[in-house]
């Protein structure tokens, strides 16, 4: 562990130790918070990498389900949507939910649920479900930990000469360029990607790479956890930030992503979460989209808590990284804690 690191979670297990943490959670009478995992994955020597950094382990998300049922209601997202319809919140709560729709979720974070008896939300691209193609944010950084080549040139507001020869150097180039992409059109984007792939030689890059972690659920697990009582919500169908397409594209994304939940679960999607989810990626022309096509809640990637009065169309949550330890965990589901770690 980091110096910085290892100081801080001896300051989190501080309060923790001395109560702080349970105080403070006792004074939240009114509140909800939102938890985001992305995969949970058996732990192994494949957490040191860059992109493993929004995976947790199995048995991590088990510990985190037990601390969080101890301190909090769990309810379902279609629970928590008509609580904040009757317009009173008694108590505490939370609500866990899962974007993107890895197989892993239904393979390993499932059977955790099902143990603790507690309800989670999937949001699911389903452009992708029974799918053998690669998220194209997930690509971009696979491509560059996955290439024999040593560098990358591209240019994005100005010549970009990427070191590809160390961990360090993947992760910059991965984080720049991925955030350059999404302030871009996502025909601009695709451009980029071609040319990644071209100088990378990782054209014919799948999931089955790291099957764990980067391929998708099919129709029959979607449904099988539908069966279950998890929610299936939508995550956009080819995880287009909203901001990067025309409304009318992202109307087209959002119906199509509804309707074949719909049609291959049975149940009403009412539920979404935005990709990527930080301000700037959607907007007030977006939610009253999202209420006209029948969504009752929308979920975001901006840290909080939320209350009577919270918009519904842009719910706060906490995104779960790998990083977080025990007492990190409970600083930030009090208030006392924001992680530095977030979906980009």
Same mark, same amino acid.
């Given at each position: ?74 309810? /379902? ?19 866990? /939910? ?16 099902? &143990? ?17 193609? %690669? ?8 491509? %560059? ?7 990358? /040139?591209?240019? %994005? ?30 025909? &601009? ?18 999931? &089955? ?37 025309? &409304? ?5 994304? %959002? ?90």
């Amino acid at each position: 562990m980091k110096p910085k690191s290892f100081l801080k979670n001896l300051y989190y297990t501080g309060l923790d130790l001395a109560g702080f943490t349970r105080k403070r959670i006792a004074t939240f009478q009114q509140q909800v918070v939102g938890l985001t995992y992305h995969s949970v994955i058996p732990e192994s020597e494949k957490f040191q990498r860059y992109d493993y950094r929004n995976c947790v382990t199995t048995r991590h998300f088990d510990r985190q389900i037990k601390i969080l049922k101890n301190l909090y209601d769990v309810v /379902s997202i279609e629970d928590l949507s008509q609580i904040f319809t009757s317009g009173r919140i008694n108590g505490r709560y939370a609500f866990i /939910s899962f974007d993107d729709g890895f197989t892993n979720n239904f393979k390993y974070a499932l059977p955790v649920l099902k &143990e603790n008896n507690v309800p989670a939300v999937f949001y699911i691209n389903t452009g992708y479900i029974g799918k053998n193609r %690669l998220l194209w944010t997930e690509f971009i950084t696979a491509a %560059l930990i996955f290439t024999a080549v040593k560098s990358l /040139s591209l240019t %994005l507001n100005r010549e970009h000469l990427f070191d590809l020869s160390t961990p360090a150097g993947q992760l910059k180039a991965s984080v720049e360029i991925r955030n350059y992409l999404k302030q871009k059109t996502f025909s &601009e984007a695709e451009e980029i990607m071609a040319l990644i792939k071209k100088q990378t030689g990782t054209e014919n890059l799948s999931p &089955e790479i790291d099957a764990d972690r980067y391929r998708f659920m099919n129709w029959d697990e979607v449904q099988a956890m539908s069966d279950l009582g998890m929610i299936i919500g939508s995550h956009t169908h080819e995880h287009m930030l909203l901001n990067m397409i025309p &409304e009318e594209q992202a109307e087209t994304e %959002l119906t199509i992503s509804k309707k074949l939940i719909e049609d291959h679960t049975g149940q009403v999607c009412r539920h979404f979460s935005y990709p990527n989810g930080s301000p700037g990626n959607f907007g007030q022309n977006h939610f009253r989209l999202l209420e006209r096509l029948g969504y009752a809640t929308a979920a975001t990637q901006i840290k909080g808590f939320n209350h009577i009065g919270s918009n519904p169309y842009a719910l706060s949550r906490f995104n779960i990284s790998h990083q977080l330890s025990r007492a990190e965990f409970k600083a930030m589901i009090s208030g006392f804690f924001r992680s530095e770690y977030s979906y980009d």
